[in-house]
């Protein structure tokens, strides 16, 4: 099966020649890869004679034994100079290796004259691999372009590519059917019918009408065909007498006369003479072809303006090329405005851009630096508050048992004063009886403190780390500067906790706080009134003093000895008890101080105050051109999309430029288009 395009230049005027060689070129441009143009599809059964009829059209004879058009996709472009030549290229398939493509692009061979033409498609097959011992078939396209003063134009292409041209609204079918087989029986038909159901855009052509027994059944059924009356098309049908391949060699002039002997006589002369013969075909072909571009050039114009528009916002999407260093640097001055304006809209909190997204998503949310590290923070003060002791004091004669320790050591406040009596009985000094040494409080809070380094607020400090390195950026960008940069903020992150962490745990507690008086005084009170409370429970032998009705039947002066009583006679253990109840006060001091210090000092100091530091301008001037390569250059995909789209771009403007030029003008018989 073939495509043709033919412009018959002996019934075109200038303008419309003019228009049909813009078309022509716009298709040998490449243009037909993205929009589909006009054309004439010449498709039939093996034998029905397609190539008689093509080379009746255009006078070239065509190798017998290439198999042409069967084992590679074939483009025969013909044109009208004063000069004849024929010259064969290949145009690689996209998959082909680069090693072969190139190899390919370099075969062109030329020829004075046609005589030579087989010889070269077969050097042309032998480029493709395809050898007697090599691939049968090949997806390369072979192109033979043929000039000289009397050609039309002409393309032909494999069975496959052809019926998917079939399907496409703006080509005209040429239906080839041989006389010589049963026409019920002609695939082509079915081809036509399934591509073209209604039949508007086909025309039949019937090959071998000398076949046919003179007064047969089989030539009546062919007459009334081309009659249109048996498979009705809405260009009609053609009838074409071709040579017989085994009288030799012959000429056109002789193919020609013989033509029109035949249809002189017989059955066939009764037929209108325009439906008859390879010179009224030419001029009905022109017609139709002409007529079907002035039909289409509209549709044509709004399709190649959207494929435009498509091709030009894919561009603007791939940025503005970055092949030079120049361009690669200026690149980067660009992208590290942009990061350093979002990185400070992040940490500050605004969130106006369209990079911070739907905050309802997990990625918008993480966008935003500030309200991530916000959360955080007050993460870890509740972690801190939760498990950053080692200790947790509980009540004895409570039944409820901790559900979820970790490292927290549950302990009652009788047992927890005796393990203090008794460190304080080893770490003895020349403090008076009842009292204690200072430093037993530093020991007592070192151990108290013990989770918060290791355990919690490194963690926390890693946590906040990772969360502001996800911020988005480029991926160059990422390995090349910003994951480096964000290492050493986190060694600086871990070097102040440590250096915070550092006081707590190896020096004694100093706070000149206030709040450490009034909480040491607080927690003296709240245990004086639980231990009073206790002792008027057990007195008055009830649960609960809210419970109690005073009914005056109590021994008040036994009361009062029994609130006198409730001291500590042993001097060690008031000691010991003073000193957890100086504990406890300077561990909350010292907690608010450390949960405060880490966030000033290390998250904010040494993380999000050095965020939009990472990539200033000047940076950018002492970067060597092979990491500024790293960083801004473009990748071979990018790269070749670019370019394709380019390519694809300036096709298309000039495809639009050449329809919108011939929107105007007039075919023959006065038609407006």
């Not at 017989?266 to 009905?284: A, M, Q």
Request: glycine share 6%.
């Amino acid at each position: 099966m073939v495509a043709v395009q033919s412009s018959l230049r002996k019934l075109c005027s200038q303008d419309q020649l003019t228009l049909l060689d813009s078309i022509d070129q716009l298709r040998l441009q490449g243009i037909n890869n993205y929009i589909s143009l006009p054309q004439i599809i010449v498709c039939g059964d093996q034998s029905s004679g397609k190539s008689s009829v093509l080379e009746a059209i255009s006078g070239v004879s065509f190798p017998v034994k290439s198999n042409l058009c069967t084992r590679f996709p074939t483009e025969l472009v013909l044109r009208r100079t004063s000069r004849i030549s024929a010259s064969v290229s290949i145009v690689p398939n996209e998959s082909r290796p680069e090693t072969e493509r190139k190899a390919l692009l370099a075969f062109r061979e030329e020829l004075d004259g046609f005589d030579n033409l087989p010889q070269l498609v077969e050097r042309a097959k032998a480029a493709m691999g395809i050898t007697a011992y090599g691939r049968a078939f090949a997806k390369d396209i072979l192109r033979i372009e043929v000039t000289g003063p009397d050609q039309p134009h002409l393309t032909i292409l494999i069975q496959d590519v052809v019926q998917s041209y079939m399907r496409e609204p703006r080509c005209i079918i040429l239906a080839v059917v041989s006389a010589k087989n049963d026409f019920a029986n002609q695939i082509v038909l079915k081809l036509a019918r399934t591509a073209d159901p209604s039949g508007t855009r086909t025309l039949g052509v019937i090959t071998k009408p000398d076949t046919l027994i003179p007064g047969g059944g089989s030539e009546a059924l062919y007459v009334s065909v081309a009659r249109n009356q048996e498979v009705e098309f809405r260009h009609g049908w053609h009838v074409l007498k071709n040579m017989d391949s085994e009288k030799g060699s012959w000429s056109l002039a002789t193919r020609d006369a013989e033509e029109a002997e035949f249809f002189g006589s017989g059955v066939w002369k009764t037929l209108p003479l325009s439906s008859l013969g390879i010179s009224n075909l030419r001029g009905r072909l022109s017609k139709v072809l002409l007529g079907q571009i002035a039909a289409e050039l509209p549709g044509l114009v709004h399709e190649i303006e959207q494929k435009f528009k498509s091709c030009h916002d894919q561009l603007e999407k791939l940025g503005k090329p970055r092949a030079s260093p120049q361009e690669q640097r200026l690149y980067l001055f660009y992208l590290s405005g942009s990061f350093q304006a979002l990185v400070k809209a992040s940490v500050g909190g605004n969130y106006n851009d369209p990079f911070f997204l739907d905050a309802k998503t997990e990625s918008g949310y993480q966008q935003r630096i500030r309200a991530v590290i916000q959360n955080l923070n007050e993460d870890f003060a509740s972690e801190m508050s939760l498990r950053g002791h080692h200790h947790q004091v509980v009540d004895p004669e409570s039944k409820a048992v901790p559900s979820d320790s970790h490292d927290v050591v549950y302990i009652t406040r009788d047992d927890f004063i005796s393990q203090i009596e008794h460190l304080m009985r080893r770490t003895r000094g020349c403090e008076l009886p009842g009292t204690f040494n200072p430093m037993i409080v530093a020991e007592l809070f070192l151990e108290q403190c013990r989770p918060w380094g290791a355990i919690i607020a490194r963690r926390h400090v890693d946590n906040v780390w990772d969360a502001a390195s996800r911020f988005s950026t480029a991926k160059a960008l990422q390995y090349e500067v910003v994951e480096s940069a964000m290492n050493g903020v986190l060694q600086e992150m871990h070097d102040k906790t440590t250096e915070l962490l550092t006081p707590h745990q190896h020096g004694h507690p100093i706070t000149y706080n206030h709040y450490f008086t009034e909480t040491l005084q607080k927690v003296c009170r709240e245990r004086g009134k639980n231990e009073r409370e206790r002792i008027l429970r057990r007195f008055f032998d009830v649960d609960s003093l809210k419970t109690w009705l005073l009914d005056g039947h109590y021994d008040l002066g036994r009361l009062a000895d029994s609130l006198a009583e409730s001291g500590e006679p042993d001097m060690g253990r008031f000691a010991a008890s003073e000193a957890l109840d100086c504990l406890n006060a300077y561990y909350k001091v010292a907690l608010k101080r450390f949960i405060d210090d880490v966030a000033v000092e290390v998250i904010e100091a040494k993380l999000m105050s050095a965020l939009d530091r990472i990539l200033p301008p000047v940076s950018i001037y002492q970067m060597p051109d092979n990491q500024v390569a790293r960083i801004a250059g473009e990748s071979d995909e990018i790269r070749t999309e670019r370019e394709q789209l380019n390519k694809q771009l300036e096709v298309l403007r000039n495809g639009l430029e050449t329809c919108k030029r011939f929107a105007g003008f007039r075919i023959s018989g006065g038609k407006n288009w």
